[in-house]
């Protein structure tokens, strides 16, 4: 079990966390949600011992379980082991005791200490089996092929695998290292669709309690059973019963509930001012309308004012009180509105027999005899394992790679608008300001506005856009593709480094966006929402799937 209690932590004036409280029992799948830049890193930081909470504690119990996490910084830690090697130190207990049995098993052969090997080899025997057994080396395989990884020679350097690799390699030694309590930090960043669908068996499946930080929302339905929510705006932590869907529509409730009371507050308010406003004219007017020779009339007139001050001073301490229920909030300040297209033909994209590969040393022929058409206003979904070519297509349809053979035709007055994965479109040396008045002409003025309803404010607009986080560079790209008024758009996965709410809100603005989209994507929910048309890339070539997404994963 895993308790923390009343946890408090601050940088200098800035309250990350107040008084945040909560339980993972046993065996508990437990999704754990917030906006970016809340704290939930923070609260990780606390709960694994890299950082001290100003007060509170984080108690395990019993005190000698195991919290397994993979580090940020897990890449520049491989040095120069291999695969085998770094899988080995994540079971090094099993690999021990594996040792131990073999040598054991060894000593059997000599006749003079046979009673003493026999025993030491039973008692070997049982720790290697209590701690799996040869099972465990079938399971080490399972993870390593379900996580993409079974194809990498074990005795490869680690340092030599892709990012994409080395991320999915942290996760393979942390699910084979087997903790009391797992806590996924982002699991499901460079996995695709299968790769998804194996990590959220494996998660369903395992025994011990496990703590999901996510935004994949159909990651946290398929694999959680009760949701943390880490609020923005009082820092503490509140628990919803189910999983994430079951959290929005609570959410959603909790919302409505709020407006109705404040609609209801404000209705209260306006019916008290306006009935003390009625009796202090009421008294004013007899106050005006009378003279000192009517001391009666003067007399109602002053308990009249005397009753509206008494109502005035009860309003104002309701007012000042708890009981006064807060103007409901958006809790999202990004405004995602392209704006209507330019005009374009019925035809936006025909890709005819085009074939693709990278040097040699690169990766070879990638891509071969791959035809499709576009047409406008179609919403088409890019999806394949990884390293199938997604990217190079995505890349080839932009013009930013020459293929080898076909051709790639835009139609009539198509205007481009692409969002790359690793953001190379943008200049890191200029600043978020320049770029946004580099796109289109505007006084700064307008430009800042412009910017403040993609969260960027007061100074952040004059920080270098090398400086900004990722999340505020996605911000910043999609930023920009408003201002450029774009009618098909290419994007490589677009919600990368967007929270929950920035995905939904995502997902909003390409449903009013009435041009043509075609994305890269491996976010379940976003495709399901998204996708009218699906192109699988697989093995060098591409099959068309009619309907959407769900659709395409009955066919395939």
């Known amino acids: 079990m895993l308790q923390v209690q009343n946890l408090h932590k601050s940088y200098g004036i800035a309250t990350v966390l107040a008084g945040v409280s909560f339980i993972i029992n046993d065996g508990e799948h437990v999704g754990f949600i917030g906006p970016n830049g809340v704290g939930k890193s923070t609260l990780l930081r606390c709960l694994i011992g890299q950082e001290t909470p100003d007060r509170g504690s984080v108690i395990f119990a019993p005190a ?80 390593l092929e379900g996580l993409g990884l079974g194809t990498v020679a074990p005795d490869m350097p680690a340092a030599q695998l892709s990012g994409g690799q080395k991320t999915r390699l942290g996760l393979a030694a942390l699910l084979l290292r087997a903790p009391d309590i797992l806590l996924l930090d982002e699991p499901t960043n460079h996995l695709d669709v299968a790769a998804l669908e194996w990590l959220e068996a494996f998660v369903r499946g395992y025994s011990g309690a496990v703590l999901v930080v996510s935004h994949d929302r159909e990651f946290l339905d398929q694999t959680t059973t009760r949701t943390l929510f880490l609020d923005p705006a009082t820092r503490t932590v509140k628990s919803y019963t189910g999983n994430y869907s079951a959290f929005a529509a609570a959410r959603a409730h909790e919302h409505t509930l709020h407006v109705e009371a404040w609609k209801q507050q404000q209705d209260y308010i306006e019916r008290v001012e306006s009935d003390i406003a009625r009796l202090k004219g009421q008294a004013l007017s007899v106050e005006l309308s009378t003279t000192p020779a009517q001391p009666t009339v003067r007399r109602y007139a002053k308990k009249v004012a005397k009753k509206a001050r008494t109502r005035e001073r009860k309003l104002e301490r309701y007012l000042e009180s708890d009981e006064r229920v807060e103007k409901p909030r958006n809790t999202w300040g990004l405004k995602l509105d392209f704006g209507p297209p330019p005009p374009g033909g019925r035809a936006v994209l025909r890709v005819e027999h085009v074939a693709f590969a990278y040097p040699a040393a690169a990766g070879g022929q990638l891509l071969h005899d791959v035809s499709f058409d576009v047409d406008y206003a179609e919403r088409v979904a890019l999806v ?64 800042r506005n412009f910017l403040h309803f993609f969260l960027f404010s007061g100074d952040s607009v004059f920080r270098p856009v090398g400086a900004c986080s990722l999340g505020e560079r996605s911000r910043l790209q999609l930023a920009l593709l408003v201002l450029r008024g774009c009618n098909l758009l290419l994007l490589d996965e677009p919600l990368n480094h967007l929270d929950i709410e920035g995905r939904e809100h995502f997902e909003q603005a390409l449903a009013a966006f009435e041009g043509t989209v075609i994305t890269v994507a491996h976010d379940r929910a976003f495709l399901r929402e998204f996708a009218e048309r699906v192109i699988e890339v697989r093995d060098g070539r591409v099959r068309q799937f009619a309907g959407g997404y769900d659709e395409y994963v009955q066919q395939r």
């Open 384 to 447: 394949g394992p990884n390293g199938a070519g997604k990217t190079t297509l995505l890349k080839l349809l932009a013009g930013q790679l020459t293929p080898l053979a076909g051709t790639v035709k835009l139609g009539a007055n198509v205007r481009l608008g692409v969002m790359a994965q690793e953001q190379e479109t943008l200049d890191a040396q200029a600043t978020v300001l320049a770029m946004v008045l580099d796109a289109r002409p505007m006084s700064e003025t307008e430009a």
């Open 64 to 143: 000698g379980q195991t919290l397994g996490y993979i580090p940020q910084s897990f890449a520049d830690t491989l040095g120069t082991r291999t695969l085998a090697e770094v899988l080995a130190e994540a079971q090094a207990e099993f690999v021990a005791a594996e040792a131990a049995m073999n040598r054991a098993a060894e000593a059997l052969t000599d006749p003079a200490a046979y009673a003493t090997a026999l025993a030491d080899y039973e008692s070997a025997l049982a720790q290697f089996e209590a701690l799996g057994g040869y099972e465990r080396e079938y399971r080490a395989a399972t993870v």
